[in-house]
């Protein structure tokens, strides 16, 4: 069954809060600059997948998309913003943009 985004953070921040990251005390500060950091991160390492050739390992790398997916998840969490909203706002927006002159 699919879930909506708001589930899929529910289900982000069950995990984070199970692990202890959310705790003042916690190793891994999960703030929002090192959330982006680790997005950021972790996007790099779907480009690995892509270094030598164009066939990636479909199992490796929907680990990866997922990493990617969850860290986004959180940062839009941690900074409060309505990602469903903003990936509309943006669909729409990328309808109207002018891409003969990109």
């Known amino acids: 069954m699919a879930k909506s985004i708001d589930e899929l953070t529910d289900e982000m921040n069950r995990f984070v809060d199970a692990m202890g990251w959310y705790r003042e005390t916690s190793p891994s500060p999960q703030t929002p600059r090192n959330i982006a950091i680790s997005l950021a991160l972790e996007a790099a390492e779907v480009l690995e997948h892509y ?28 900074e409060e913003v309505d990602l469903e909203r903003a990936i509309l706002d943006k669909l729409e927006a990328n309808y109207k943009r002018d891409w003969s002159k990109e």
């Open 51 to 78: 270094q030598w050739g164009e066939d990636a390992d479909r199992a490796s790398l929907g680990s990866e998309l997922a990493d990617v997916a969850l860290y986004l998840l959180q940062l839009a969490y941690l």
